[in-house]
């Protein structure tokens, strides 16, 4: 049988962390990408090819590194004797990113993101078995056409829904009311489902600035008003319920929206989506009216993500890409 060649992008994290003699603490990407393959127990069946890319703690990674990223992505996989990709990071910023390489990417081959919660030098290690599990993932067939995933603890989770839900455990990540796509088990991939379909944006222009703007009983509008003063491109809410804010927000809000600048509202709450459901200052009918966007189901992170890949994208209908 032919062997299947996966190439892994490294770029840094506590996957690739060591203890600093000084202070005893972990210092993130110090370990290379073809150090830390040494220990994964690869299939002999598959071909692995190593690139050290980066060396970084993944909040210190920026959109022009991405984009560097996806730019070896595309040329790996137009290659046609590779079966996938697996890039390696740190978790903080790991369902972002993952995100991000999901709506510019357009590959019916798997991209895989991973990581680890404790660094390779640790006992109970789960850098080397997260990265044998992605690599198996990114050599399935069961993979194609199904967007870029996070492989973590045994699990196979889609970028658009996965969540880092503890700070420090080895079960880092979830998909809260999605589930997960699929499992690593004893060096097989199990697929269980799969998204009915994909998204795929174009990038014609620089990656706009975003924030996003935590909404709190009592919250007031100087954050807002901050972020137009510093004449940003978008503005992410994360509301609460359905999707309200404090009523102190809303003449900034609306003063935002008249002024060219996109707001989305979104929800704090881990499951479900905002909706016009009350009539008051500060409800989401009452954002609605005022030109503000419904985030529906997305969460603040990936809300920011999408706005940012639409608006620099040839999408011109904004408000569309949050209805999918």
């Given at each position: 049988?032919?062997?299947?060649?996966v190439?892994?992008?490294?770029?840094g994290?506590?996957?690739?962390?060591?203890?600093k003699?000084d202070?005893?603490?972990?210092q993130s990407?110090?370990?290379?990408?073809?150090?830390?393959?040494?220990?994964?127990?690869?299939?002999?069946?598959?071909?692995?090819?190593?690139?050290?890319?980066?060396?970084?703690?993944?909040?210190?990674?920026s959109?022009?590194?991405?984009?560097?990223?996806?730019?070896?992505i595309?040329?790996?996989?137009?290659?046609?004797q590779?079966?996938?990709?697996?890039?390696?990071?740190?978790?903080?910023t790991?369902?972002?990113?993952?995100?991000?390489m999901?709506?510019?990417?357009?590959?019916?081959?798997?991209?895989?993101?991973?990581?680890?919660?404790?660094?390779p030098?640790?006992?109970?290690?789960?850098?080397?078995?997260?990265?044998?599990?992605a690599?198996?993932?990114a050599?399935?067939?069961d993979?194609?056409?199904?967007?870029?995933?996070?492989?973590?603890?045994?699990?196979?989770?889609?970028?658009?829904?996965?969540k880092?839900?503890?700070?420090?455990n080895?079960?880092?990540?979830?998909?809260?009311?999605?589930?997960?796509?699929?499992?690593?088990?004893?060096?097989?991939?199990?697929?269980?489902?799969?998204?009915?379909g994909?998204?795929?944006?174009?990038?014609?222009?620089?990656i706009?600035?975003?924030?996003?703007?935590?909404?709190?009983?009592?919250?007031?509008?100087?954050?807002?008003?901050?972020?137009?003063?510093?004449?940003?491109?978008?503005?992410?809410?994360?509301g609460?319920?359905r999707?309200?804010?404090?009523?102190?927000?809303?003449?900034?809000?609306?003063?935002?929206v008249?002024l060219?600048?996109?707001?989305?509202?979104?929800?704090?709450?881990?499951?479900?989506?905002?909706?016009?459901t009350?009539?008051?200052?500060?409800?989401?009918?009452?954002?609605?009216?005022?030109?503000?966007?419904?985030?529906?189901?997305y969460?603040?992170?990936k809300?920011?993500?999408?706005?940012?890949?639409?608006?620099?994208?040839?999408?011109?209908?904004?408000?569309?890409?949050?209805?999918?």
């Amino acid at each position: 049988m032919k062997n299947k060649k996966v190439i892994l992008i490294a770029t840094g994290g506590t996957i690739a962390s060591e203890k600093k003699e000084d202070t005893g603490l972990l210092q993130s990407g110090v370990i290379s990408g073809e150090e830390i393959v040494q220990y994964c127990d690869i299939p002999k069946h598959i071909d692995l090819q190593v690139e050290s890319m980066l060396q970084k703690a993944s909040m210190h990674l920026s959109f022009d590194d991405l984009l560097a990223i996806k730019e070896r992505i595309d040329l790996h996989l137009a290659n046609d004797q590779v079966s996938g990709v697996v890039i390696t990071q740190g978790t903080d910023t790991l369902e972002e990113t993952s995100y991000f390489m999901n709506l510019i990417t357009n590959h019916e081959k798997p991209i895989v993101f991973t990581g680890s919660q404790r660094s390779p030098r640790e006992v109970g290690t789960d850098a080397f078995i997260n990265i044998k599990h992605a690599v198996l993932t990114a050599s399935s067939k069961d993979l194609y056409n199904v967007g870029v995933v996070v492989v973590f603890n045994e699990r196979i989770f889609h970028s658009r829904y996965v969540k880092k839900e503890h700070a420090s455990n080895v079960q880092g990540f979830n998909s809260f009311g999605f589930g997960y796509l699929g499992i690593i088990d004893n060096e097989s991939v199990h697929i269980f489902q799969k998204p009915i379909g994909n998204e795929y944006y174009k990038l014609t222009n620089m990656i706009p600035e975003v924030d996003i703007i935590k909404c709190y009983m009592q919250a007031d509008d100087k954050y807002i008003r901050a972020a137009r003063e510093a004449k940003v491109d978008g503005i992410i809410l994360e509301g609460v319920g359905r999707g309200q804010v404090s009523p102190g927000m809303m003449t900034e809000i609306k003063r935002c929206v008249k002024l060219g600048i996109i707001v989305v509202i979104t929800t704090s709450a881990v499951e479900g989506e905002v909706y016009t459901t009350y009539d008051y200052k500060g409800s989401t009918f009452d954002l609605k009216q005022a030109g503000v966007i419904l985030g529906r189901d997305y969460d603040s992170k990936k809300a920011r993500i999408k706005l940012m890949v639409g608006l620099a994208s040839e999408q011109r209908d904004i408000t569309a890409l949050f209805a999918v």
